[in-house]
C-alpha cells in the first residue's frame, strides 16, 4: 500500500525567501505525482502534475522535481509571496493495468506561512 | 466550464438521518473521485469511478454508496448518518490531471 509523507507540516518564511517542499513515497510504481494547493476552507488546486517518465516541471515561479528511484518529489517555490501562504499537498497516482492512473494517494499536507 | 459543481456547501445531520451529496463535472472526464478531508489526517478516498455504469470501493466506503449513471454526475448517498461521518467531502474528477470542487462541509450531530 502506498504511503505518502510530507515533512515539515508546517513552515513559516519571510517574504522573498525560496523554499523547498518535500514529499516521499513508499511504493515507486507510480503513474504520476501531482502538487495542489489547498486554501483554508477551499478545494485543491492542481499546481503541477509530473508524469513517471518526467524528471520535473514548472510553472511561473513553482517546480517540481520527481525522482522514483529514491521516492522523492520537491515543489520549489521561487521568491515566496504572502499570497503563497496556503496548505500544500503532493499524492501519487496509482499505475493500473493497462498503464492508466487508478486513485490517488494524498500526503497530510506542509502548511506555508510567508511573513511580511 | 463550470468544473466540478458540489452541493450543498453546508449540511447538518442528526444521528440517524439519510442525504445524498451531489457532484457534477462538465468536462466530460471519465474518473470520478469522492474524498473525505479530516483534520490532520490528509485525503482519504471513500469511493471512485472510472465510467459511466462503473464504481468501486477506496479506502473508507463503509457507510457510504455511490451510483454513476452518466458521465457527468457522481452522487455520494450517506445511509444512518454517524457522527463519525462529520467531515469535509470532496469530489473530483480526472482526466490524468485532478480537478476538485469547493467541498461539501457535514456536522453530524
Known amino acids: 500500500k502506498q504511503e505518502v509523507t510530507q515533512i515539515p507540516a508546517a513552515l513559516s518564511v519571510p517574504e522573498g525567501e525560496n523554499l523547498v517542499l518535500n514529499c516521499s513515497f513508499t511504493d515507486s510504481a507510480i503513474y504520476n505525482l501531482q502538487w495542489f494547493r489547498q486554501d483554508p476552507g477551499k478545494g485543491l488546486t492542481s499546481l503541477l502534475l509530473i508524469q513517471s517518465s518526467q524528471r520535473e516541471q514548472t510553472s511561473g515561479r513553482l517546480n517540481a522535481s520527481l525522482d522514483k528511484s529514491s521516492g522523492r518529489s520537491t515543489l520549489y517555490i521561487a521568491a515566496s509571496q504572502p499570497g503563497d501562504s496556503a496548505t500544500y499537498l503532493c499524492a501519487t497516482a496509482d499505475k493500473r493495468p493497462g498503464g492508466t492512473a487508478s486513485k490517488l494517494t494524498f500526503g497530510t499536507g506542509t502548511r506555508l506561512q510567508v511573513t511580511l | 466550464n463550470a468544473g466540478v459543481t458540489q452541493t450543498p456547501k453546508f449540511r447538518i445531520l442528526k444521528i440517524g438521518q439519510s442525504m445524498t451529496l451531489q457532484c457534477t463535472q462538465d468536462m466530460n472526464h471519465n474518473y470520478m473521485y469522492w474524498y473525505r478531508q479530516d483534520p490532520g489526517m490528509g485525503l482519504k478516498l471513500i469511493y471512485y469511478?472510472?465510467?459511466?455504469?462503473?464504481?468501486d470501493k477506496g479506502e473508507v466506503p463503509n457507510g457510504y454508496n455511490v451510483s454513476r449513471s452518466t458521465t457527468e454526475d457522481f452522487p455520494l448517498r450517506l445511509e444512518l448518518a454517524a457522527p463519525s461521518q462529520t467531515s469535509v467531502y470532496f469530489c473530483?474528477?480526472?482526466?490524468?490531471?485532478?480537478?476538485f470542487g469547493e467541498g461539501s462541509r457535514l456536522t453530524v450531530l
Open positions: 469511478s472510472v465510467g459511466a455504469g462503473i464504481t
Open positions: 473530483a474528477s480526472s482526466h490524468g490531471e485532478l480537478f
